[in-house]
């Protein structure tokens, strides 16, 4: 997410709300469960949208998390008890397969949530774009870009006109022809593909990108 330094997101910062002007719309592409950092990144988000500090479109569980939903699952029970009913939450594309530990949907209520409130996550992207404004939305990517990927596939006129810019945890390197292309973090690693095509339509049509590579973490 992107957070202004001049943001207060303390727990003691006052709730008002800020001016529909500079409320960021927020898309989060994400795969709560096996990746803690993802699920600390959705109860933020979370909270910032109670509060008026942004404003939380869709949630789309992919990656690690997707067998059997149980990452939108997780994202649902979290947004539940945070207040966000009003968030969708949808299932989006698979990536490599992964055995869940014992812990990583150990919430109460888990259990509780029904197939029947989780979307298509193509079917949602797609209905978020359509009814936002012009370069409005933002899309922050935390895992495999498959789900980027077909957008910009299926609907790259509505990405160029609505977007505003995209966030992605992943990571590019020069190639020798002066281009750039996908290095081997893992979030491109799991469909190199689908990072190839979402790193390239977002510099072939301009579409500003926050890139968040493995450099901006000291070892």
């Known amino acids: 997410i992107c957070v202004p330094p001049s943001l207060d997101?303390?727990?003691?910062?006052?709730?008002?709300?800020?001016?529909?002007?500079r409320v960021q719309n927020l898309v989060l592409i994400i795969d709560p469960g096996p990746h803690v950092d993802d699920?600390?990144?959705?109860?933020?988000?979370?909270?910032?949208?109670?509060r008026g500090k942004l404003r939380l479109h869709a949630v789309v569980c992919t990656g690690l998390s997707h067998a059997m939903g149980r990452g939108a699952r997780l994202a649902r029970c979290v947004l539940d008890?945070?207040?966000?009913?009003?968030?969708?939450?949808?299932?989006?594309?698979?990536?490599?397969?992964?055995?869940?530990?014992?812990?990583?949907?150990?919430?109460?209520?888990?259990?509780?949530?029904?197939?029947?409130?989780?979307?298509?996550?193509?079917?949602l992207?797609?209905?978020?774009?359509?009814?936002?404004?012009?370069?409005?939305?933002?899309?922050?990517?935390?895992?495999?870009?498959?789900d980027v990927a077909d957008l910009?596939?299926?609907?790259?006129?509505?990405?160029?006109?609505?977007?505003?810019?995209?966030?992605?945890?992943g990571g590019v390197e020069l190639d020798d022809d002066g281009s750039y292309k996908p290095d081997s973090?893992?979030?491109?690693?799991?469909?190199m593909a689908a990072a190839e095509r979402t790193y390239t339509f977002l510099f072939d049509h301009g579409i500003p990108a926050v890139i968040v590579g493995r450099d901006a973490v000291p070892a």
């Open 9 to 21: 997101i303390s727990p003691q910062a006052s709730v008002g709300v800020m001016p529909a002007s």
């Open 39 to 50: 699920t600390q990144t959705l109860m933020l988000a979370a909270s910032l949208h109670t």
């Open 81 to 123: 008890r945070m207040g966000c009913g009003d968030v969708p939450v949808a299932i989006g594309a698979k990536a490599v397969a992964h055995e869940p530990a014992s812990h990583e949907y150990d919430l109460p209520g888990f259990d509780g949530i029904g197939d029947d409130v989780i979307l298509s996550g193509a079917d």
């Open 125 to 146: 992207l797609s209905e978020v774009l359509s009814s936002a404004a012009p370069r409005s939305v933002t899309i922050a990517c935390l895992a495999g870009l498959r």
């Open 152 to 169: 910009v596939g299926s609907s790259a006129d509505l990405v160029r006109a609505n977007v505003a810019s995209v966030t992605i945890v």
């Open 185 to 191: 973090s893992f979030n491109n690693w799991v469909d």
